[in-house]
């Protein structure tokens, strides 16, 4: 039984008369404790509009799959608009989260991004997806600490050494250090007048394959 089910069932079990009765459909003023409460905890954000509702779970996976083959052809502004609309109606979902948060990469608005990993691992502590996916946008803006935290604890999820994004995250680590020993190189050169032809900064992440989400 997920909490929000746990939720609704204490509040139903707080309305019930002497005999048991559910007091959801009486005009008893109990019934409008039983509505005021559960209202209560939706707006808390301890149930979502979905749970709140009873929409179908079945169908609401089914948009969510939409949104992910959208999103596999390039069209990118439709499964944006999926999956906010999910997050809305079943905020409590962390994939849904996930995936707007990878939408958001895409699009280039990381701050969106950053927010909604973020909120996919409140809802699933130690997600490696979510960690790495964060770090790659804390990498690109040079937050290299922040990067690295989440890249270190993926890694230490992955016990088995076989989830791609772990791995990922493996040979991201190796590049920011490639990276951050050819600064080093380049400054101590600088300093001693010794300087090599220019040459272009390369970005960490450019050095890496990107993983098929």
């Given at each position: 039984m997920s909490d929000e089910e746990k939720t609704i069932d204490s509040i139903r079990a707080a309305v019930k008369t002497e005999r048991g009765k559910d007091k959801l459909?009486?005009?008893d003023p109990r019934r409008k404790k039983y509505v005021t409460?559960?209202?209560?905890?939706f707006a808390s954000r301890k149930i979502s509009f979905a749970a709140l509702t009873k929409l179908d779970q079945k169908k609401i996976k089914q948009v969510a799959e939409m949104g992910h083959v959208k999103l596999r052809h390039g069209r990118t502004n439709e499964a944006r608009r999926i999956f906010e609309v999910l997050t809305f109606l079943d905020h409590r979902n962390y994939f849904h989260h996930l995936a707007l948060g990878g939408t958001y990469q895409k699009l280039k608005r990381y701050v969106d991004?950053?927010?909604q990993f973020s909120e996919a691992l409140k809802l699933s502590p130690g997600n490696i997806n979510a960690l790495v996916n964060r770090g790659e946008v804390f990498l690109r803006h040079k937050n290299y600490r922040k990067a690295a935290e989440d890249f270190r604890e993926a890694i230490l999820l992955d016990k088995s050494g076989?989830?791609?994004f772990s791995n990922r995250a493996r040979s991201l680590v190796v590049a920011i250090k490639r990276s951050l020993a050819r600064d080093k190189e380049f400054k101590s050169l600088e300093a001693q007048g010794k300087l090599p032809p220019k040459r272009k900064a390369i970005s960490p992440l450019k050095l890496v394959r990107p993983v098929r989400r």
């Open positions: 459909l009486s005009p409460e559960l209202l209560l905890a991004a950053i927010y076989k989830d791609r």
